[in-house]
C-alpha cells in the first residue's frame, strides 16, 4: 500500500508560481524510487487531466499541453517525493491537483494514462485569481 499526500496548493494571483509537493510513505518493502509519478488536475465540472510525469529515475518527463513550459515535475528518491513547480499560472489552471503513483512503471517510462496510476493522493487545491 502506498499512501501519497499532496502540498503547497493555495492561492495565487495570475503570473505567480506555487511548488506543490507529494510525499510517499509505503508499508511494503518497495521503495519510492520504484513508482513512475506523475501529476493529474481536476477543476469543477470538468474531466481529470494529465499535467505531467516522470520516470522513476528522474530522468525523463513529459508534459501536457497546459503545461508545457511553464511546470517543471521533478522528484527526490531519498525524501520519498515528487515536485511540480508551477510558474505563470493562469486563472485556467486553477483545480485540484493530484499526485498518483504506477507501481509497474519501467526504469525510463513515462506514464500518461491515468488508468495506468495505482494509488493517488487526496488532491491540493489551487486557486489563480486574475
Known amino acids: 500500500q502506498v499512501q501519497l499526500v499532496e502540498s503547497g496548493g493555495g492561492l495565487v494571483q495570475a503570473g505567480g508560481s506555487l511548488r506543490l509537493s507529494c510525499a510517499a510513505s509505503e508499508s511494503s518493502v518497495r521503495t519510492f524510487s520504484s513508482y513512475g509519478m506523475g501529476w493529474f488536475r481536476q477543476a469543477p465540472g470538468r474531466e481529470r487531466e494529465f499535467v505531467a510525469a516522470i520516470s522513476r529515475n528522474g530522468r525523463n518527463a513529459y508534459y501536457g499541453d497546459s503545461a508545457q513550459g511553464r511546470f517543471t515535475i521533478s522528484r527526490d528518491n531519498v525524501k520519498n517525493t515528487v515536485y511540480l513547480q508551477m510558474n505563470n499560472l493562469k486563472p485556467e489552471d486553477t483545480a485540484n491537483y493530484y499526485c498518483?503513483?504506477?507501481?509497474?512503471?519501467?526504469?525510463?517510462?513515462?506514464?500518461?494514462?491515468?488508468?495506468?496510476?495505482?494509488?493517488w493522493g487526496r488532491g491540493t487545491q489551487v486557486t489563480v485569481s486574475s
Open positions: 498518483a503513483a504506477d507501481v509497474s512503471a519501467y526504469s525510463h517510462s513515462i506514464t500518461i494514462r491515468e488508468q495506468e496510476y495505482d494509488y
